[in-house]
Each structure stands twice: as structure tokens, then as C-alpha cells.
């Protein structure tokens, strides 16, 4: 993470783009930074604007442009948070912000606004939210999520764990986390160690938009996931001119089951100001998922959603 990119100027120069017909956001930028690290930056073909996984990373000038209808918290988290760091939105399930920080930021995250510097760092301040926890016998399912919650050094992490394993009522452990992804190489023997050694069940759900994020070393990185147990889902954000046509998604989920990843969500974009040069039609999409349903096997579709504030679960997108 010391070596990734961190500005616009850098990112153009590695990719022998030239900024004077690429314009970016100066304001995007200073609200929410560049961050790519080298590992993303080498699946990016040099000398394309339009490149698929530049554009995810990229403070395109579209990002200044401001509109009532995307707002900084479109889902409503600030409502939910039980104790520090604890969202409890869903029946079931809780979810822990442990960490702010990001392996790159994506333009489009519906948390580029959130709050994280108020999230707990060490395990002391992770205490309220664990007696919530605990004194909840409804919560069945702990989620590690962020900013990315395996940007935690694992003693951290595997101390969180264990004192989760401990309360009886917990018994699935889930981590959502994009960095298998940008940063393949952060599923070490360690990780996989404490994670191999939970009496837990384990679901990992990793952020993939395009096949051309999935290289030999993230593949590997899958496998090493799969080893320790855990199934392996994946969670994609329906994007304007990255993804959004039966080519790009159907090509995506292929890739995924081939690695023995079920597509899981396949998400509306989140109504966050900054993003909306990233949205695509609801039609769109539906028109999608439907050809995509006629090519691919039922388990490589993922479910279409959006999440509304104040709903018992992401809402599925269906045709009005
Ligand atoms: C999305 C989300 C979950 C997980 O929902 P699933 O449908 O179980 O994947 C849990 N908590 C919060 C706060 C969420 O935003
Ligand atoms: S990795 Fe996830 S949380 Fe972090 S910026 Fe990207 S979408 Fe947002």
C-alpha cells in the first residue's frame, strides 16, 4: 500500500495518458484522494482512457457536477449504527466497520463520505460493539467490512475473531473486502493460518466489476481463500462504460465461476454525490440480467439490487 499511486497527476503518467485531454476533478480529488495501487495498475492497459479499471480509480471532471438526488449518505448508515462501529441494519447480521482504509479508492463507493475517522482502531473501543453483540442473542452473522477490514494487521483481526468465536449465538463470519483483488498478495499464510482455524462458518465477499481485474495472482489469491474453508462470492456495481452490457457482466461471471466464485449482487449505483457519470438505467440493467439469464447457468447470475433506506433487505430490481 506505501508504493500505490495517490494522485491524478501520477496516475495519468504511469498510464502515458495525457492530462490535458483527460481532464480530473480537483475537488473530487481533495474530498476523497487517489488510491491505486501498483498491483491494480498493471491489469490497466497503458494508453486507453477508457480503460475499465482506470476509470474506476480515476476523479474524472463529471465528479464536480452537482445534483440534488445524490446525496453523501445514500443508504442510510448514519440511522443504524448501534455502538461504535456497529451497523445493524438486517435481522441476523451485523455489520463492523473495522477499518476506514481502503487497498484504492473507487470513485463510485457510496462511502467516499463516511465519516471513518470516528470508527474504533484498537480492540479496547471495539468493546461496546462486541457486548452488543453478545447481549443480542438474534445476531447469528458478524461482517468485517470497512473502508476494507483487511487492511487490519492480522493479530488484530484473528484477536477480533476469536473474541467473536467466543459468544455462542455467533456462528457465520463474513468479510467484504476488495483487496484479494487490488492487492492479491495480502492472502499470506497468516491470514489464511487464523482463518483456516475458526470454528466459524466463512463467506467472503470480494468487490470484482470486470474480468480484466482477475490476473494469474488473483486467482491464486481465490484459491488460498477457498483452502482455508471459506466460499467465495463476489459483489459487482453496475458502471457506466465499465461494465454495463451483457459482453462486459456475462464475461465477468464466467470468469468468476471458472475460479469457483458465485456471483453474488450485482448492485444499482448508490445515489452518492460525485457519481453520477457512473450510473446506468435500471432498464438497462434488467435488460442484462435478462440476456445474461439466457447464456449463462442459473448460479453464475447474480441478483440485481439496490439498497433503499429504512428496507428490511437490499431491495431486488425487477421490471415495474
Ligand atoms: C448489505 C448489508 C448487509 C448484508 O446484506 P446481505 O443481503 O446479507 O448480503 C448487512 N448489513 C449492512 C449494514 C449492509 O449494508
Ligand atoms: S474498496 Fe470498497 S469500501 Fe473501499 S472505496 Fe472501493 S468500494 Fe468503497
Given at each position: 500500500m506505501k508504493r500505490a499511486i495517490r494522485n491524478s497527476k501520477d496516475l495519468l503518467a504511469a498510464l502515458?495518458?495525457?492530462?490535458?485531454?483527460?481532464?480530473?476533478?480537483a475537488d473530487g480529488e481533495a474530498q476523497f484522494p487517489v488510491f491505486a495501487p501498483l498491483e491494480f495498475l498493471s491489469r490497466m492497459q497503458a494508453g486507453d482512457p477508457n480503460d475499465p479499471l482506470l476509470l474506476q480509480v480515476l476523479p474524472r471532471v463529471q465528479e464536480s457536477e452537482i445534483d440534488p438526488d445524490f446525496v453523501p449518505d445514500p443508504?442510510?448508515?448514519?440511522a443504524v449504527e448501534r455502538a461504535p462501529g456497529l451497523l445493524h441494519k438486517y435481522t441476523g447480521r451485523v455489520l463492523l466497520i473495522v477499518s476506514g482504509v481502503c487497498g484504492v479508492h473507487c470513485r463510485y463507493c457510496f462511502r467516499r463520505h463516511y465519516p471513518y475517522g470516528s470508527a474504533p482502531k484498537s480492540i479496547e473501543r471495539w468493546l461496546p460493539a462486541l457486548d452488543t453483540i453478545q447481549n443480542d442473542p438474534s445476531i447469528h452473522e458478524v461482517i468485517l467490512s470497512g473502508g476494507d477490514p483487511l487492511t487490519v494487521v492480522d493479530e488484530h483481526?484473528?484477536?477480533?475473531?476469536?473474541?467473536?468465536?467466543t459468544i455462542a449465538h455467533i456462528k457465520r463470519l463474513r468479510i467484504h473486502t476488495r483487496l484479494p483483488v487490488v492487492i492479491p498478495q495480502?492472502?499470506?499464510?497468516?491470514?489464511?493460518?487464523?482463518?483456516?482455524?475458526?470454528?466459524?462458518?466463512?463467506?467472503?465477499?470480494?468487490h470484482i466489476n470486470h474480468a480484466q481485474e482477475i490476473d494469474s495472482h488473483v486467482?491464486?489469491?481465490?484459491?488460498?481463500?477457498?483452502q482455508t474453508g471459506a466460499t467465495v462470492l463476489n459483489q459487482a456495481v453496475l458502471l457506466r462504460g465499465i461494465?454495463?452490457?451483457?459482453?462486459?457482466?456475462?464475461?465477468?461471471?464466467?470468469?468468476?465461476?471458472?475460479?469457483?466464485?458465485?456471483?453474488?449482487?450485482?448492485?444499482?449505483l448508490d445515489r452518492v454525490s460525485g457519481a453520477k457519470h457512473f450510473e446506468a438505467d435500471r432498464e438497462k440493467g434488467l435488460a442484462i440480467l435478462?440476456?445474461?439469464?439466457?447464456?449463462?447457468?442459473?448460479?453464475?447470475?447474480?441478483?440485481?439490487?439496490?439498497?433503499?433506506?429504512?428496507?428490511?433487505?437490499?431491495?431486488?430490481?425487477?421490471?415495474?
Open positions: 502515458e495518458l495525457d492530462p490535458e485531454t483527460l481532464q480530473t476533478s443508504v442510510g448508515d448514519a483481526l484473528s484477536d477480533l475473531v476469536d473474541r467473536l468465536s495480502r492472502v499470506d499464510e497468516k491470514l489464511c493460518g487464523w482463518l483456516s482455524e475458526s470454528r466459524l462458518s466463512k463467506w467472503i465477499v470480494l486467482v491464486h489469491a481465490i484459491r488460498k481463500l477457498q461494465n454495463d452490457s451483457a459482453e462486459q457482466l456475462g464475461a465477468l461471471c464466467e470468469r468468476l465461476v471458472d475460479c469457483g466464485v458465485l456471483p453474488y449482487y450485482l448492485h444499482q435478462t440476456q445474461l439469464a439466457k447464456s449463462l447457468p442459473g448460479y453464475a447470475v447474480p441478483k440485481y439490487v439496490q439498497e433503499i433506506a429504512g428496507q428490511p433487505s437490499k431491495s431486488p430490481i425487477t421490471p415495474d
